[in-house]
């Protein structure tokens, strides 16, 4: 089964899926969820002709609204995430929609056969507004220009997809289902501005032991958490990215660090942690997500920062004077 995340998935059908891709559970529109994943049938299916013997002979049935949801407990079900063109055109307004796409080569574009470009994001301190350790959905509260930054996002060549250190699992603070469930109420509140993440992944572990109430299971010097790059490379393996051509906006020395090493051009937001290590210096700084994401979609100076910032590279230490006219 495909699925995606899309722009209304208060009226739509819902899939959850594991780490492992296989489906969990099935939300029938309409739903009536306090948080929801935007996680979206997108009605493309590959399956054993087996499946068939579950339809009623003479009964009219959809296999994602009716077949699925009644089955998926007795199969091997998986869901196959992906942000590839995949819209459906059953009206005269979309029928357009999507031969435009077609014309502008954006249904090409999106293909996992051309390298993607992404915005990675941190959470806490630039989505919402910093709080130490936050366990519980109540307790996450976005920030008023979030969604119209991510809607910004939606509308450009870039995906947006967080990577952020979460180790209240590690740190016996909330279990993985209480951090998902924080994650569902992050993804229906952009949902319901019309706006969506491409992908959310986080780091649970934390490398500091010796504490009684600790989870020792991800107490571990792990590669994922930022300062590394791990989940970088991670979502540029499953998205196909491009990660010279994409850009991480954090609001700490760590965000910048991992974007840094993982090759991105990096951004630093004034609403969370702040920057006070050399390493940690962000290319640019704006005030928040919003001014850093319009500045990426739409500065008509990217290309001439890009040769500038490939010639820096060779220079090594020496001192090296900007200026634009």
């Given at each position: 089964m495909v699925v995606h995340p899309n722009n209304h998935p208060y009226d739509s059908d819902l899939v959850e899926i594991n780490k492992e891709g296989r489906v969990v559970a099935f939300h029938s529109k309409p739903h009536n969820l306090d948080y929801y994943c935007n996680l979206v049938n997108a009605g493309l299916y590959v399956f054993k002709p087996d499946i068939l013997k579950y339809l009623e002979k003479g009964v009219k049935?959809?296999?994602?609204?009716?077949?699925?949801?009644?089955?998926?407990?007795?199969?091997?079900?998986?869901?196959?995430?992906?942000?590839?063109?995949?819209?459906?055109?059953?009206?005269?307004?979309?029928?357009?929609?999507?031969?435009e796409d077609y014309r502008s080569g954006k249904v090409y574009q999106l293909s996992y056969e051309n390298k993607q470009k992404a915005i990675f994001l941190d959470r806490d301190g630039v989505l919402n507004t910093e709080r130490s350790f936050i366990s519980k959905p109540e307790d996450l509260e976005l920030f008023d220009f979030t969604a119209d930054a991510v809607g910004l996002i939606n509308e450009s060549d870039y995906l947006g997809i967080v990577i952020t250190n979460q180790s209240v699992i590690a740190r016996n603070l909330a279990t993985v289902e209480e951090l998902e469930t924080i994650h569902k109420k992050l993804e229906t509140e952009l949902g319901k501005k019309k706006t969506w993440l491409d992908a959310i992944y986080y780091c649970p572990h934390h490398p500091d032991k010796g504490f009684p109430e600790e989870n020792a299971e991800y107490k571990i010097d792990c590669d994922c958490r930022k300062p590394k790059a791990g989940l970088f490379y991670k979502a540029s393996r499953n998205f196909n990215i491009n990660l010279e051509e994409s850009?991480?906006?954090?609001?700490?020395?760590?965000?910048?660090?991992?974007?840094?090493?993982?090759?991105?051009?990096?951004?630093?937001?004034?609403?969370?942690?702040?920057?006070?290590?050399?390493?940690?210096?962000?290319?640019?700084?704006?005030?928040?997500?919003?001014?850093?994401?319009?500045?990426?979609?739409?500065?008509?100076?990217?290309?001439?920062?890009?040769?500038?910032?490939?010639?820096?590279?060779?220079?090594?230490?020496?001192?090296?004077?900007?200026?634009?006219?």
């Open positions: 049935a959809d296999f994602g609204h009716d077949v699925f949801p009644r089955i998926f407990k007795e199969l091997s079900m998986f869901g196959y995430v992906t942000s590839e063109y995949l819209k459906d055109m059953g009206t005269p307004k979309r029928w357009e929609e999507v031969n850009w991480m906006i954090g609001d700490s020395d760590r965000d910048m660090i991992a974007g840094k090493t993982a090759g991105c051009k990096t951004i630093g937001v004034m609403t969370g942690h702040g920057f006070t290590r050399e390493e940690g210096k962000p290319d640019f700084l704006f005030s928040n997500i919003y001014e850093a994401v319009k500045f990426i979609t739409q500065n008509p100076y990217q290309e001439d920062f890009s040769i500038i910032r490939t010639k820096v590279k060779t220079l090594k230490k020496r001192p090296v004077i900007i200026t634009i006219a």
